[in-house]
């Protein structure tokens, strides 16, 4: 048994609130890689199980999937006996109430399976667009056998591999019910921080081909396995991965990704894994087994095989593969999916602080990220014209070739501050809001989908006073900031202040962290729309105004118990940084309230301390606690007053 974090519950919720109310559409939930769907899925079947006696398949299109999903499934619900039917398993089950089977292998089966109350896809961004095959017709099998069987789908991507939503009023997933991000996850420490970087050897993809939304595969390799670049790219890798745990590695064909073992080998001194399509299944999992440091036996003498930090692979390990102390990505490819870029990098996501990992690196020698743009903001949404909107444009650091947001004149690596670059001229074929006019603005109003608190510190200026940073959710991965400064002084405190009263109707806190406590204890009011402003030349657009709903109350400032604590153990927290710089609790000049608040702080203090003390002391004589009245009775002498 497992707690849900919360927003696996939230997504858990949605699932039952848009079964509830929209009866004739199948819902579809999206949670980053990382973020544990297969907790969630497990939940939703543990609850139609157990609460409603319902029967349920699980679909998903690789054996991994299946048995994570199994296995999440049996310790939540350990009493439910669980099914799998999939030739790749050899299991071919099929009277359990709760079922777990690889599309390839009951598509056309429904019959033999029975009928089902409860269908739930795994993975559904690999949902095909032309008809949906074997879901489609597994679905309309099923809805013979019971007309109200209900579709679930479960996604980290709201769009296919190959381009396109894969919720649409045509398609077999119709809704997206519930999404929450990348930046938020990282944000609440759920997923690794990320960093990037580009190869600083490329090759020239600029005329390369695409053939039913990605690149023309043999075009790829052309560019990509190519003696020059292979040599400089192992090298770079094994360079800037010397103090790195795992080392993922994406290739672009089977040939490329034996030069890449070859070389990484020789310029590392050590075995390079490599998984291809052709692998067999003895061999892969053993090859997985040694790069997620488990104990492969060598012989029959008891020794072990080495384990691996370099994995090469080709197009085998973007989904249903779980290593989270993967810690670089390298991506030896370039993509024209979206999709797939985002789950090449998402390999890293996980958190493995068990093995010393503090963030992911990125390194990227096929332009993916310039391509995409950042693996949080990918925006893929289909036009009028069948086309896609474009991301955001990224630049690179001449120094360092880390990759960032063309809005920032400094590298976050390195601190380079980038030349001002003239634009090349674009000619669009849409009509923007821009304003045509230098002196013109653009202005639009968004709907507000989630709101966002974090302490934000300047990078290189740790000096500077922190700010509460405040994000407003506007779409799938899209977001706009508020900066609110209640630790500066004059304009900036008193903005903020406006600002916080506004929203809390009670005086703005004097640190971020008293502000976040607040926060999450609900104590602002969120606002349902935003209206943002844009300058021609500025790289940051402005909020010019907010709405709120006409009938929420102002905020009590009044906090639970559990909140008033964490204020309090801030408060303190900050009066002992304080002492320690001036060197002493008290200044006799000081405001009386602060000399009357340090005092009784410095008096729980004692009575604890005491109390500790005097627990062991009764305990090593014997005394019996009623009998210690004056047991600490004794004179203070002026060297032990602590001001």
Known sequence: MFDLRYYQQESVNAVYAHLQQKPDTNPCAVLPTGAGKSIVIAKIVSDAATLWNGRILILAHVKELLEQNAAKIAALCPDLKIGMYSAGLNRRDTDNQVLVAGIQSVYNKADEL???????????????????????????????????????????????????????????????????????????????????????????????????????????????????????????????????KKVLIFASSVAHAEHIKTRIEYAAGQECGIVIGSTSKEERAEILDRFKDKKVPADLFGATKPTLKYLVNVGVLTTGFDAPAVDTVVLLRPTASAGLYYQMVGRGFRLSPETGKTDCMILDYGGNIMRHGPV?????????????????????????????????????????????????????????????????????????????????????????PPTL????????????????????????????????????????????????????????????????????????????KYEFAADEPPSDPELDEEHALLVANQRIAEIRKEAAAAGSWIDLDADPADIEERLAIIDAEEEQQQAATGSAVYAEHGIPPEDNSGYFRREQTDDEIPF
């Open 114 to 244: 029975g009928a089902f109350d409860l269908i739930l896809i795994d993975e559904a961004h690999l949902i095909p667009p032309d008809g949906d095959g074997m879901y489609q017709t597994l679905l309309n099998e099923e809805k013979a056998l019971n007309p109200n069987v209900r579709l679930i789908g479960f996604t980290a991507t709201p769009y296919r591999l190959r381009g396109g939503l894969i919720c649409k009023p045509e398609n077999l997933l119709n809704e997206i019910c519930y999404e929450i991000g990348v930046r938020e996850l990282i944000m609440r420490k759920y997923l690794s921080p990320l960093r990037s970087k580009n190869g600083k050897t490329k090759a020239d993809l600029s005329d390369l081909h695409i053939r039913a939304g990605e690149f023309i595969a043999d075009e790829i390799a052309a560019k990509m396995d190519n003696e020059q670049l292979v040599y400089a790219a192992c090298n770079e890798i094994v360079k800037l991965t010397a103090d790195r």
């Open 376 to 464: 949080d903001m990918i925006r893929v949404e289909e036009t009028h014209g069948g086309g896609k909107k474009q991301p955001p444009p990224m630049r690179e650091c001449p120094q360092c070739q880390a990759v960032f947001p063309a809005g920032r004149t400094q590298c976050p690596d390195c601190g380079f501050v980038m030349p001002r670059q003239e634009r090349a001229l674009h000619h669009g074929t849409r009509a923007a809001s821009d304003g045509i006019l230098s002196d013109q603005t653009s202005e639009t109003e968004f709907e507000v989908q989630r709101v966002y608190y974090s302490k934000h510190i300047k990078r290189g200026a740790p000096e500077k």
């Open 469 to 544: 940073r405040v994000e407003y959710a506007i779409g799938f991965n899209d977001y706009i900031s508020d900066w609110i400064c209640p630790e500066h002084s004059g304009y900036a405190r008193k903005k903020s202040e406006k600002w916080w009263q506004e929203r809390a109707g009670f005086e703005l806190p004097d640190t971020v962290d008293e502000c976040l406590i607040y926060a999450e204890a609900g104590k602002l009011k969120r606002p349902r729309k935003i209206t943002v402003k844009k300058t021609p030349g500025s790289d940051w657009p402005t909020i010019t």
